[in-house]
């Protein structure tokens, strides 16, 4: 009997493995064990490929000590707030998170440590216009997420900025256009000059 439930022990701990290997994790089973801020120089409108912002993480001292114990990597990422989430269902919130759409960009994973934490980051060039907010995710040994923490309330309305995407247009470019309209006018006067010059050569001879 004992090999016997032994043996059952074992099936039954890897139908547990196999069923949160398919079902994966749920957000809301997650605990909100981080601080994180977010904040920058230029406020809460923030251009893509420009401007930067400065994200601060830290372990939530209100949970028990040792809650982090299990915790080995951390990752920032950049979500859509629920404004620029509406009739768009590829940014959908689903609890699932293997199946989740509304932090679609990542800003930086790194071992995890429990303070002192900092990131600076230059907001990517590919960040299309819309809100957002800042979100961490930590992970275990086996990459399975087992906690969270993010700068916004939970309802996410609070403390949310705005990203500007590039536009496909440069200051550069335009000086570039407008030199270049004045070089064409400049030669088509100089062309109907030469020409008119020509025909009154013609004329006398």
């Given at each position: 009997m004992d090999q016997f439930h032994a043996m059952f022990a074992v099936g039954y701990l890897m139908l547990s493995c196999f069923a949160a290997t398919c079902y994966g994790v749920t957000f809301s089973s997650l605990h909100k064990t981080l601080i994180v801020s977010a904040s920058s120089p230029q406020g809460h409108v923030l251009k893509a490929?420009?401007?930067?912002?400065?994200i601060k993480?830290?372990?939530?001292?209100?949970f028990p000590p040792g809650t982090d114990s299990t915790y080995k990597t951390v990752k920032l990422k950049l979500c859509y707030a629920p404004e620029s989430q509406k009739d768009r269902p590829w940014r959908k919130t689903v609890?699932?998170?293997?199946?989740?759409k509304t932090c679609q960009h990542t800003i930086i994973a790194r071992p995890y440590t429990p303070s002192n934490n900092s990131f600076i980051w230059t907001v990517d060039r590919d960040i299309p216009s819309a809100m957002f907010f800042v979100?961490?995710?930590?992970?275990?040994g086996q990459g399975v997420a087992v906690g969270y923490g993010q700068n916004t309330d939970r309802s996410k309305t609070a403390d949310l900025f705005t990203v500007h995407a590039i536009t496909g247009r440069h200051v550069t470019i335009d000086v570039a256009s407008v030199c270049f309209s004045v070089f064409s006018v400049g030669s088509l006067v100089g062309f109907f000059?030469?020409?008119?010059?020509?025909g009154k050569v013609s004329l006398v001879k």
């Amino acid at each position: 009997m004992d090999q016997f439930h032994a043996m059952f022990a074992v099936g039954y701990l890897m139908l547990s493995c196999f069923a949160a290997t398919c079902y994966g994790v749920t957000f809301s089973s997650l605990h909100k064990t981080l601080i994180v801020s977010a904040s920058s120089p230029q406020g809460h409108v923030l251009k893509a490929g420009e401007d930067e912002l400065t994200i601060k993480w830290e372990v939530n001292q209100t949970f028990p000590p040792g809650t982090d114990s299990t915790y080995k990597t951390v990752k920032l990422k950049l979500c859509y707030a629920p404004e620029s989430q509406k009739d768009r269902p590829w940014r959908k919130t689903v609890d699932d998170l293997k199946k989740d759409k509304t932090c679609q960009h990542t800003i930086i994973a790194r071992p995890y440590t429990p303070s002192n934490n900092s990131f600076i980051w230059t907001v990517d060039r590919d960040i299309p216009s819309a809100m957002f907010f800042v979100r961490a995710y930590v992970y275990d040994g086996q990459g399975v997420a087992v906690g969270y923490g993010q700068n916004t309330d939970r309802s996410k309305t609070a403390d949310l900025f705005t990203v500007h995407a590039i536009t496909g247009r440069h200051v550069t470019i335009d000086v570039a256009s407008v030199c270049f309209s004045v070089f064409s006018v400049g030669s088509l006067v100089g062309f109907f000059y030469m020409e008119r010059r020509k025909g009154k050569v013609s004329l006398v001879k």
